[in-house]
C-alpha cells in the first residue's frame, strides 16, 4: 500500500527557517515524480515543484522558484520542502503528493502540513 | 504560464441532478487535463486524467470531456457523497497550474 506520511503542523515566526518532511512506503521511492502542493485559506491549489528522487532532478513553479526549496533523500525514502526564512504568506496547508507512472496527475496524497506563520 | 478557470465557482444542486463543471485553459493543452475532487479535511483525490480517463476505483457516474482549451466533468445522478469541491489541473508541461475549484453545494 502506497503511503505518504507528513511531518506535523507548524507554528513559526516571519524570518524563521522551516523543514517539512513527506516519508514514502509502498513503492520504489526513486522511480516516481513526487511534489508539493499548497492549499491557501482562501482553498486554491497552488503547484510548488516536483523532483524526481532517483536524480534529484527538481522542476518548480515559477512563482515558487527561489522562495522554497525541493530536495530528497533515497537513503531514508523522503522528500523535503524548506525555507530559509518565512513570511506570513507562506502560513497554508501543505501537501505532498506522488505522480502516477505516466505523471498525468497526483495519484497519492499525504494528509497535509498546516503551516502557520505569525508574529 | 497557462491559465485554468473554472466556471461557476460555486453551484447548488440536488440529489439525482446531473451538473456539468467547466475549464478553460488560456491555451491549448490537447487533452493534458486532469479534475481531483476534494472534501473538507481531506487531500484531493485523482478523478480523472487525460480529460476523459477515469482513474481507477472512481464512480462511473463522473465523466470528463474536451480537448484545446475547454473542458468539462460531469456528474450524472448526484449522490450525498458527490458534494466536494472540484479542480481541474493542467499537465501541458512541468508546471501543473490548477483552476481556482468549484464547489458543489446541496440545494
Known amino acids: 500500500e502506497v503511503q505518504l506520511v507528513q511531518s506535523g503542523a507548524e507554528v513559526k515566526k516571519p524570518g524563521e527557517s522551516l523543514n517539512l518532511s513527506c516519508k514514502v512506503s509502498?513503492?520504489?521511492?526513486?522511480?516516481?515524480?513526487i511534489g508539493w502542493v499548497r492549499q491557501t485559506p482562501e482553498k486554491r491549489l497552488e503547484w510548488l515543484g516536483i523532483?524526481?528522487?532517483?536524480?534529484?532532478?527538481?522542476r518548480y513553479s515559477p512563482s515558487f522558484e527561489g522562495q522554497v526549496t525541493i530536495s530528497a533523500d533515497e537513503s531514508i525514502d523522503t522528500a523535503y520542502l524548506q525555507w530559509s526564512s518565512l513570511k506570513a504568506s507562506d502560513s497554508a496547508m501543505y501537501y505532498c503528493?506522488?505522480?502516477?507512472?505516466?505523471?498525468?496527475?497526483?495519484?497519492?496524497w499525504g494528509r497535509g502540513t498546516l503551516v502557520t506563520v505569525s508574529s | 504560464d497557462i491559465q485554468l478557470t473554472q466556471s461557476p465557482s460555486t453551484l447548488s444542486a440536488s440529489l439525482r441532478d446531473r451538473v456539468t463543471i467547466t475549464c478553460r485553459a488560456s491555451?491549448?493543452?490537447?487533452?493534458?487535463l486532469a479534475w481531483y475532487q476534494q472534501k473538507p479535511g481531506k487531500a484531493p483525490k485523482l478523478l480523472i486524467y487525460?480529460?476523459?480517463t477515469l482513474q481507477s476505483g472512481v464512480s462511473s457516474r463522473f465523466s470528463g470531456s474536451g480537448s484545446g482549451t475547454e473542458f468539462t466533468l460531469t456528474i450524472s445522478s448526484l449522490q450525498p457523497d458527490d458534494f466536494a469541491t472540484y479542480y481541474c489541473?493542467?499537465?501541458?508541461?512541468?508546471?501543473?497550474?490548477f483552476g481556482q475549484g468549484t464547489k458543489l453545494e446541496i440545494k
Open positions: 523532483i524526481w528522487p532517483g536524480d534529484s532532478d527538481t
Open positions: 509502498g513503492y520504489v521511492f526513486s522511480s516516481r515524480w
Open positions: 491555451q491549448s493543452i490537447n487533452d493534458w
Open positions: 503528493a506522488r505522480y502516477d507512472s505516466r505523471g498525468y496527475g497526483f495519484e497519492y
Open positions: 487525460k480529460a476523459s
Open positions: 489541473q493542467q499537465y501541458n508541461n512541468f508546471f501543473r497550474a
